[in-house]
């Protein structure tokens, strides 16, 4: 029997505050995935972590940012020697990714696979004569005309599919073919086993973002359409934003064998149709493992597997998990004994722990321009330039968060769209159209696509020249995986990152953290002319000023992570309303509830970044303007705006599906 119980619970700031929890009374769960709670002291520290989760989305209490503290604390919290000690503003530096150190006592029996550098290249051809592969799958990997196996390739599928016995974890760097080092073990078991339950799921393939999901879809239509004779192995993706009796009804038609998914909508099938299709799968996948788990879906998958496991036909430790991931971290590693079934698990690193992280054939290039707003004009002279050079020029571009991406779309849209075609991409885009834009570029010879971080992961584009980055990335992980979208497949490629002279503290943190060192640098020189044609682009004023708080905001969220000077950077950031309107006095006009919203009402460099008038005033002008203020009361816990209204944050972290979960915080654009 399940009791619903208000348990009085302390909490710091809260002195009459209480949680409502879902408590089990009774051992006997319905759904074996499902975990007891009984103790206040273990729900108390489950709030506690969800209070104090690094975030700095404010409270619920203020209503917005608390500017003394980005990490989630309230009071109490004092400022060590001001915000120009970078070292003790900073999180303490991480350890060296490279060096891995497993906790044998969190593993299960853990098996290293010993790497041969020496080695001569094993080659698709050797996989068929030595009966690793059947000949139907040779047939159409060959066809697909690849250069070679790639290393990752050639150290994990022979694995794979030989020691039948063992889980797997994966470790290899973004950009170097993942997605056919499990589709290719994947499908010659769906050959080896083909009048074994013909008509069931046998491979489960889950990954972070649907975005992702449709493009491993996609990988398995390669296959299918290169040898005809595997078309009987049917696959479907099941993510969110697509209709799920639709997604249902396709199931029962096509009766795959391999489901790959968002973990979301997996849970959602599994609960209403498990037993229907799911009794005798024989592969589960993790795919950007890491990702997953900075999401936040770490109990989604654990849920994940032991449903799938007690839904088994043959035996609740049948499934086989193959992990990949580009960091083995803690986290990573605790999942991994969570979900694993088998008594041992071999460990395949495809990294030498003397590489950088980033992709080796990246030529990594760094402009530093003088002003926040420079790096609009500098990114808008680099594309120029390369389309006199090639007008075959293809290129992706990373920005901060939603409103900036839409805001430099419009703006290059007028400055090339006779020349390239200009494709927006981000999270608030819904997932048709989505999906269409992905095909449209990747079929385009050339053309720019200017998005947020949705795009940074698992994403392939055929013939990316480069990417370029304006400002920073919301983590160090993902400057590694933005500008892993081009040198794809063996190719070489070429990055440029846009930054001013107060975000170089990024660059110094990427070298101490990651070892990747950006050694082409080169110096923005200001062009005013072209500064005049940008400002006559401008139209609504009041967007650009919505554009530069949303950007303002993200860099709050970042600013101890990579040491940045928050007296200088900001205001940097905010005079650049001005500067992008020709008018360099002009200041952004808000007013205290916004500077509440932002948390630094009670700041002095408030005064010194903005017009500062009263709310009633800002919103009589912006009505006339037929612009819409956000809604007031509009805000979920902990200040957190909810979804329902057009701002800056594009999240990708997936909330709770029932309130007995803590809560989850993502990051900005994911």
């Given at each position: ?21 879902l ?8 759904r ?25 989305r ?21 400022r060590q020697?001001?915000?120009n ?23 299960a ?12 290249e ?15 799958l ?6 697909m ?13 022979k ?46 393939i889950v ?30 993706a ?19 064998n ?30 950007e ?41 803690e ?50 002279q ?5 389309l ?30 006779r ?15 989505r ?12 053309g ?22 304006i ?5 160090l ?33 990427l070298?101490?953290?990651k ?27 009041s ?104 701002d ?10 029932n ?12």
């Amino acid at each position: 029997m399940l009791g619903l119980y208000r348990l009085p619970l302390r909490v710091a700031g809260k002195p009459n505050g209480f949680i409502s929890r879902l408590v089990v009374t009774n051992t006997t769960l319905l759904r074996p995935a499902r975990r007891t709670i009984v103790s206040t002291s273990v729900l108390q520290a489950e709030y506690r972590r969800s209070f104090n989760r690094t975030n700095d989305r404010g409270n619920g209490r203020t209503g917005g940012y608390n500017f003394n503290n980005t990490r989630g604390q309230r009071y109490n919290r004092h400022r060590q020697d001001g915000y120009n000690n970078r070292q003790k503003n900073r999180r303490e530096p991480a350890k060296d990714p490279n060096e891995i150190e497993f906790d044998e006592a969190t593993l299960a029996k853990l098996i290293r696979v010993p790497i041969d550098h020496e080695a001569a290249e094993l080659t698709l051809n050797q996989l068929l004569e030595e009966n690793v592969i059947d000949k139907t799958l040779f047939k159409s990997i060959d066809r697909m005309k690849f250069d070679g196996l790639t290393p990752v390739q050639q150290k994990t599928i022979k694995p794979i599919i030989s020691d039948t016995e063992n889980d797997v974890i994966a470790r290899a760097k973004t950009g170097t073919g993942k997605t056919f080092a499990f589709l290719i073990p994947l499908f010659q078991h769906l050959i080896n086993t083909s009048r074994d339950s013909q008509y069931m799921v046998k491979a489960v393939i889950v990954a972070p973002t649907r975005d992702l999901a449709l493009q491993i879809e996609s990988e398995v239509k390669k296959i299918h359409k290169n040898n005809y004779g595997l078309k009987k192995y049917e696959s479907i993706a099941l993510v969110g934003g697509t209709n799920l009796n639709y997604s249902i009804k396709k199931m029962n038609n096509l009766r795959p064998n391999i489901v790959i998914a968002t973990p979301g909508r997996l849970l959602d099938v599994l609960d209403k149709f498990g037993d229907r299709f799911f009794k005798y799968v024989d592969f589960k996948v993790l795919d950007e493992a890491d990702r997953l788990l900075e999401i936040g879906f770490k109990e989604d998958l654990e849920e994940i597997s032991t449903i799938l496991n007690g839904l088994n036909g043959k035996s609740k430790d049948h499934i086989r998990t193959l992990l990949f991931s580009a960091t083995l971290d803690e986290k990573v590693q605790k999942l991994s004994n969570n979900i694993m079934n088998k008594e041992s698990c071999l460990f395949i690193d495809t990294v030498d722990k003397n590489e950088p992280e980033a992709h080796e054939k990246i030529d990594q290039n760094l402009v530093v321009s003088e002003k926040f707003s420079d790096n609009i004009y500098a990114t808008i002279q680099h594309i120029r330039s390369q389309l006199e050079q090639s007008p075959d020029y293809k290129a992706i571009l990373f920005t901060p968060t939603v409103k900036f991406t839409k805001f430099i779309s419009q703006i290059l849209q007028q400055e090339f769209s006779r020349d390239l075609p200009i494709l927006e991409f981000h999270g608030k885009i819904d997932q048709r159209k989505r999906t269409n834009l992905v095909k449209r570029f990747k079929q385009e010879q050339n053309g720019l696509l200017i998005c947020t971080d949705v795009g940074a992961r698992g994403m392939d584009f055929p013939n990316v020249q480069e990417v370029l980055q304006i400002g920073v990335p919301s983590e160090l992980a993902n400057y590694i995986h933005r500008i892993g979208r081009t040198a794809r497949s063996g190719k070489e490629g070429k990055s440029v990152i846009f930054l001013c002279k107060d975000e170089l503290p990024f660059v110094h943190t990427l070298e101490e953290e990651k070892n990747i060192i950006i050694k082409n640098k080169l110096d923005y020189k200001t062009n005013e002319k072209l500064s005049e044609e940008i400002s006559e682009h401008i139209n609504d004023v009041s967007e650009l000023s919505d554009v530069l708080l949303s950007i303002i905001s993200y860099y709050r969220t970042v600013m101890k992570e990579y040491g940045f000077n928050m007296r200088k950077l900001l205001p940097q950031i905010a005079s650049s309303f001005g500067e992008l309107l020709n008018e360099p006095e002009r200041k952004i006009t808000v007013d205290n509830y916004m500077l509440e919203k932002m948390g630094i009402a009670r700041n002095p460099i408030a005064k010194d970044m903005f017009t500062i008038e009263s709310h009633r005033r800002i919103r009589e002008e912006r009505d006339e303007d037929g612009y819409d203020m956000p809604a007031e009361g509009n805000r979920a816990r902990f200040g957190r705006r909810s979804n329902n209204n057009n701002d800056s944050f594009d999240s990708n972290q997936r909330y709770s599906r029932n309130n007995s979960r803590s809560q989850r915080f993502g990051r900005f654009d994911n």
